[in-house]
């Protein structure tokens, strides 16, 4: 091999890392520009991915969602399967699994009156069963909806009341 191929790559193996750096550089050039830039540092939590997924923010903080249980100002619905619920739910939750939403949902929502606060909740950090009730109910109609993310697991940490039990229908 003649020596003047050795440093064309020579040359190229230099131009490599140099045109990924350049190209990193105009990326984040670009995306600062943005009006609907991505933040390059964030919270990129599963919490905060399924609060994130929409434009309106789901989430409510645990204090929160304690305040209006012990006021009772709210409703709470309890999206894991029925046999979760029966294991253990928080104090006086509906429950409404996630994947009998759909037949259930009658049955549930004559029980709640328009403009209650639902606050919905499942169990751990990638349970999206929650999310998923929570844009169910608002495309619903009930627009006072927000999902308590990792809501099982954090309501017991906190020790706030919880029951076992089957589920009961609303209706009594």
Same mark, same amino acid.
């Given at each position: ?27 984040? =050039? ?37 305040? !209006? ?15 979760? *619920? ?35 909740? =499942?169990?751990?950090?990638? =349970?999206?069963?929650? *999310?998923?009730?929570?844009?169910? !109910? ?35």
């Amino acid at each position: 091999m003649p020596i003047r191929d050795r440093s064309h790559w020579r040359h190229a193996f230099w131009q490599i890392p140099a045109i990924i750096l350049l190209a990193g550089l105009v990326g984040i =050039c670009v995306n600062y520009l943005r009006p609907d830039s991505i933040p390059i540092v964030g919270d990129w939590s599963a919490k905060t991915s399924m609060a994130a997924a929409t434009q309106d923010k789901l989430s409510i903080p645990l204090a929160g969602a304690a305040n !209006l249980f012990s006021e009772q100002l709210a409703v709470f619905i309890d999206a894991r399967d029925e046999q979760e *619920y029966a294991d253990g739910h928080i104090r006086g939750a509906l429950s409404l699994a996630w994947d009998d939403a759909s037949e259930r949902f009658p049955e549930i929502a004559g029980d709640i009156p328009s403009g209650t606060m639902i606050i919905t909740y =499942c169990d751990g950090e990638g =349970c999206h069963m929650s *999310y998923d009730l929570a844009v169910f !109910l608002r495309d619903k109609g009930f627009e006072n909806v927000w999902e308590l993310a990792n809501g099982w697991t954090v309501w017991q940490d906190a020790n706030l009341p919880v029951e076992e039990g089957n589920a009961v229908s609303p209706r009594g």
